[in-house]
């Protein structure tokens, strides 16, 4: 029998919110997974877990997407595309945006992903944006992302909805672990840090936040004591 | 003395509508000028344009920037990026969205234009819609624009502050031509049609539409008796 259930694009980084936000994109969706490299750090691991996490959930080749925002690079300003800027240690107490926010990155990803779900015909966009737990970048806020589903509407043809479902965007990181096991999220196939290592590296903001959650919620992350993937 | 002007992005594909628009923005910004190959099938030629009006503006090398939106051809969905879909005759009395409907394509422009300006600091994002004398792209209406503003507006640090422009937006492809010349603007060097040939068709959309435009302004266009480039 044909799914019959509606298609819904995920936004996938390869990193622990992306795979839970999948999990739950695929309770009442076809899931179509689409990934970005942006002259990210940490491209070639997060390609990795993207594929790894596409076959987890059986995602058919032609519902999935790799997209090259090689100008997201190009344009710089952000130290996870500019190897001149340090990636710096984690300072989470901070309220200045950090040097890692990338301009405007999930206005591209969104963008992209809008043209492909109208393509499609998919009835939503999900995204595993985090704005309580996390850096503090303006593209992560719900305010935007609201924003950014007023955009879509206008300018896409009168038939195509489209609405931005961002299911962990009010969750600690704690909740988003919790959140993960109780579903079997493959979580050992993520992978978060800014650095591209062979192992995390431990001290930057995504690996900070990564482990406060996994400690917080009694949980042993599987990469913890990863060697070399 | 160094030029004190707020910067300006402009979206510049190579055709009329953003080379007049360029002479616009010039007016008070200095110009940073951006342009998008996205699979289009006439994407050589617009390469060409964009060169020659970037060069006619003297537009320094560290104010251009090509971006590569591969994706957009790779989701396809469009006469004008999907070699199996033939361009239509032009039939600008319909009200259906035409074919050649790039979905989403101004949000993917957008979005690049976004984060180049949030770098450069620039305190606006040109771009030559236009809506009343058109095909009818949903992403070239004002409301649009609007909606896209105030995403930007929640999606960027605090400080940026970028407004889209859109000067051609209400004006006739006739008024668009008087307005390039009575500029000075480099029509010579731009090229509208949808196709990729020596010269223009002069039967899709576009190449009606410019010619329309002429002949309402009594001006001769300079593409009118063009041999190869």
Redesign the interface.
Known sequence: MTDQRPIAVVLVSGGMDSCVTTAIAGIDHQVALMHAQYGQRSRQKERWAFDAIADHYGVDERRR?V??????A????SALTDATMAVPLANLSSTD?PIT????????L???A???A??LSASAIFVGAVEADSSGY??C?R??F???Q?????????ETRISIETPLIEMTKKEIVLKGVEMGAPLELTWSCYQDEPTPCGICDSCVLRARGFRAAGVQDPLANLSER
């Not at 997209?67 to 997201?72: A, F, P, Q, R, T």
């Not at 926010?101 to 591209?108: D, E, I, K, S, T």
Request: hydrophobic content about 40%; aromatic content about 12%.
């Open positions: 997407l997209i090259d925002l090689g100008h997201i190009d344009i710089g300003g945006i926010y990338v301009p405007f990155r999930n206005g591209n969104l963008s992209a809008t043209s492909w109208e393509v303006p593209d806020r305010e935007f609201d924003a950014y007023a955009a879509i509407s206008q300018g896409t043809r009168p």
